[in-house]
């Protein structure tokens, strides 16, 4: 197990020379170094002994994350969620309603990878107070926190700031006094967070005089659509026109005819994690396969949208 940044566990591992009971502070840290020590899946009884305490819940944050389950800087296809972070974060999820403002402060910390894990225990600790705080990390500098945010930011999207995050992501993208670097994280986390309604801005911005800008907004249309038009506003503009209200997962469908394999490929993964269902296809097949699996899928979406 790793220890991350400027996280010390060291007062934690030092040995009492005191023949008398230990004084609450003293049982405190004995149980956040049993906590420390637990394996994933082990630290349910290390939690329960720390969270007896009145000032476990700053101490845990003081220490957050404590020895990390995996490494952050190794490639991931899907980062791992809160509870499998570490047994600190793990604590933090049990606390609850407690731990809420504590996680909060945890997502604006100077450390990037203190902003990472935080980001990532959010996910199973969904909370409005940690809406707004994820939408500021769609847009950080660090790549693996804009990831994590992402994900953390999507557990979040039934509450109540969900979507007033996702319109000032949108004025994000479109506002040209924005920073460019903005801009682009902004597009590229509404395309991630299926957001349809940026499908207009994100065409608009195709004609930016900034070109960059324009790129941004193609690559997060084919993201968000799985479909590629090209690059001209008027090629897209008829496409929304024709398709624009109607549900993501339509678009998803329709894409699995597409003759990009890539674009093929990204909506079938899509599809599959939203249904359960493969249909006996995988990513990678050939057009005829994903063209029958395709009539699976839209048969499923009937089913569903039946219901």
């Known amino acids: 197990m790793e220890h991350v940044g400027t996280v010390k566990m060291d007062a934690l591992d030092a040995k009492s020379v005191s023949s008398v009971p ?57 980062l791992p969620r809160g509870r ?19 996680l909060s402060g945890l997502l604006v910390h100077t450390n990037a990878d203190i902003r990472f894990y935080a980001a990532l225990t ?16 769609v847009l950080d500098r660090d790549r693996g926190v804009r990831r994590a945010a992402l994900q953390a930011l999507a557990a979040h999207a039934r509450l109540p700031s969900y979507e007033r995050v996702l319109g000032q992501l949108r004025s994000t993208a479109v506002e040209v006094e924005t920073p460019q670097s903005w801009r682009v994280r902004a597009m590229e986390a509404l395309a991630t967070l299926g957001d349809v309604r940026a499908l207009d801005e994100l065409i608009e911005c195709l ?3 900034d070109r960059a800008i324009g790129r941004a907004a193609h690559a997060a249309l084919r993201e968000l659509t799985r479909h590629d038009l090209g690059t001209m506003r008027r090629t897209w503009r008829r496409w929304a026109k024709a398709h624009g209200r109607r549900p993501r997962v339509s678009w998803l469908i329709d894409a699995l005819a597409d003759r990009r394999d890539d674009l093929r490929a990204a909506a079938f993964r899509e599809l599959a994690e939203l249904s359960g269902e493969t249909f006996g296809c995988t990513p990678d097949a050939d057009r005829k396969a994903h063209a029958e699996a395709q009539d699976a899928f839209a048969r499923w979406w009937q089913t569903r949208g039946a219901r």
Do not use: K, Y
């Open 207 to 209: 004609g930016d005089r």
């Open 22 to 78: 230990p004084a609450p502070e003293d049982a405190l840290l004995t149980a956040l170094r049993q906590l420390a020590r637990s394996a994933p899946g082990d630290e349910a009884p290390a939690i329960r002994s720390v969270l007896r305490h009145d000032t476990a819940i700053g101490q845990l944050v003081r220490h957050f994350p404590g020895p990390v389950w995996f490494d952050r800087r190794q490639p991931h296809q899907r």
């Open 84 to 102: 499998h972070v570490s047994a600190f974060a793990s604590a933090l999820i049990e606390a609850g309603e407690r731990a809420a403002p504590h």
């Open 122 to 137: 959010v996910q199973n600790a969904p909370h409005d107070d940690h809406v707004r705080p994820l939408a500021r990390l």
